[in-house]
């Protein structure tokens, strides 16, 4: 008796006839996407469920019309996620069964359940920062003003954690004055909103330069405690800035969202302190570079400036002195050739005289003998007393055209000349200074005459004969008015 046999048609008829009650029925399956690829809009896949060992234990084809496809790829970007299919992703699918004579069973995809996309963490912490958002807290702290260089810095995080002792081993490695105040909180469990809200309001009421919240690193569920909706508002309304260290190895969280900086771990905040000292150090030792350079260049410019009038002073006492000398040289010749012209005329007019008395007639001689003989002697004592005179007047200018009055002129015009000397080496600066005094110069480098020319807060340089002193303004008192300025 030959065997029944029956067509394919016939049998595939039969699976579907059998399998009909349940294709209108959708169901959800839990499932990884393997093979993904898209065509015509549509999207194709597998299905497959991994046991131990990575072997695959169930797998079914999938398929998503582009229809389909189009509005769960809206629904992901309504709610902020991207739609991605790739090998090895989990998916919770809406499906349907379907058969095909030619292509057999099947899947047919009709949602993707978002939440199990993303996980349940991910949506909580998106709806927490949506509501935040939607208040305007977002950026709020961000506006808070961070010191230049903060040294008093509030730490939250659990006390003896490996967080804080890498926050704290950091800041104390680098040798500079930090003060960390720190507030022991909760940053795991039940109780960690209520511990850090407490930390925060007992760090807000010591006034520090900042605020830090670090924690190490740990798995999502770990770290979904700190996505807490009334600790990102806190965070957003301190009134200090708040930077956090939470070790998030690829996302952020809520309160890395509120607060005004964030860093991928707590180490990470400890340095970036550092770094802010560090740059300020060099800062400063350049800025000590330049004021060094430039006071010596303004020493040595003045202290050319000094030998060069040091210089010109010998020089023009030298041409004084010359050019004194040469005058009175001048006063002497011309004192002396008058002298010699008064003595010549005088002996002119002796020989004159002397000449019209020989020449006078015998008669008159005879005549006038006993006149000449009286005259003679009137005239030789007049002459004699004239002589006498004329010598005495000739004594009287030798003696003021003598050299040593000359000189005693001349030792007295050094005399001023060095009295002039000694006012002008002590009005030098360097001599005031060797006294006791110091030269003060203000912001610009100039010297400050002038109390009203400084300020509250101002920089001051005081040169001594020794060395200079730098320091900062703290209070003006002026003696005029009897005000005090602070």
């Known amino acids: 008796m030959p065997a029944r046999w029956f067509t394919l048609s016939a049998i595939t008829r039969r699976i579907e006839e059998l399998i009909a009650p349940a294709m209108d029925r959708t169901f959800w399956v839990k499932a990884e996407i393997q093979s993904p690829r898209h065509k015509g809009g549509s999207f194709y896949a597998d299905l497959v469920e991994g046991g131990t060992q990575g072997k695959v234990i169930a797998q079914m084809r999938l398929v998503m019309w582009g229809s389909e496809f189009t509005a769960i790829r809206r629904r992901f970007e309504r709610e902020g996620l991207e739609l991605k299919l790739e090998n090895g992703t989990a998916v919770l699918m809406e499906c349907r069964l ?54 008093r810095i509030g730490l939250i995080t659990s006390s003896g954690s490996a967080a804080c002792r890498d926050f704290t081993e950091t800041l104390r490695a ?82 890395d969202f509120m607060a005004a900086r ?44 000094l030998r060069e009038a040091a210089i010109g002073l010998r020089q023009g006492t030298r041409k004084l002195l010359e050019s004194t000398r040469a005058e009175l040289s001048a006063v002497a010749r011309g004192f002396r050739s008058q002298a010699e012209g008064r003595l010549k005329e005088e002996r002119s007019r002796l020989t004159l005289a002397r000449g019209r008395l020989r020449s006078s007639a015998a008669t008159r001689l005879k005549e006038a003998s006993a006149r000449l003989r009286e005259r003679r002697r009137a005239l030789t004592v007049g002459s004699r007393q004239s002589l006498r005179l004329a010598r005495g007047s000739l004594r009287a200018l030798t003696r003021g055209f003598r050299p040593g009055r000359f000189l005693a002129r001349l030792r007295q015009e050094r005399g001023l000349l060095r009295a002039r000397l000694l006012r002008l080496r002590s009005a030098d600066p360097r001599q005031a200074l060797k006294r006791g005094y110091a030269m003060v110069r203000g912001d610009n480098g100039q010297p400050v005459r002038r109390a009203g020319d400084l300020r509250v807060g101002g920089t001051l340089s005081a040169e001594f004969h020794d060395g200079l002193a730098h320091g900062v303004i703290s209070a003006i008192e002026r003696r005029k008015h009897g005000q005090k300025d602070g």
């Open 98 to 151: 379907q058969y095909h004579p030619v292509y057999g069973l099947s899947l047919k995809g009709l949602d993707i359940d978002p939440a199990f996309a993303l996980g349940e963490i991910e949506l909580k912490k998106r709806r927490i920062l949506e509501k935040l958002e939607g208040e305007g807290l977002k950026g709020r702290n961000a506006g808070r003003t961070v010191p230049l260089l903060p040294a």
């Open 174 to 255: 680098s040798g500079y004055g930090f003060s960390v105040l720190l507030a022991d909180a909760l940053v795991q469990g039940a109780e960690t909103e209520t511990s850090i809200l407490r930390a925060l309001a007992a760090l807000e009421c010591l006034r520090p330069d900042l605020i830090a919240i670090c924690r190490g690193g740990g798995s999502k569920t770990d770290l979904s405690w700190l996505d807490n909706e009334a600790l990102g508002r806190a965070v957003a309304l301190c009134p200090v800035a708040v930077w956090t260290g939470i070790g998030h190895e690829t996302d952020s969280g809520v309160l």
């Open 262 to 305: 964030h860093f991928k771990t707590p180490t990470a905040v400890s340095e970036e302190l550092v770094a802010r000292y560090v740059e300020m150090e060099k800062r400063l030792e350049h800025g000590r570079s330049r004021l060094a350079t430039g006071w010596r260049h303004r020493h040595e410019s003045e202290r050319r400036s």
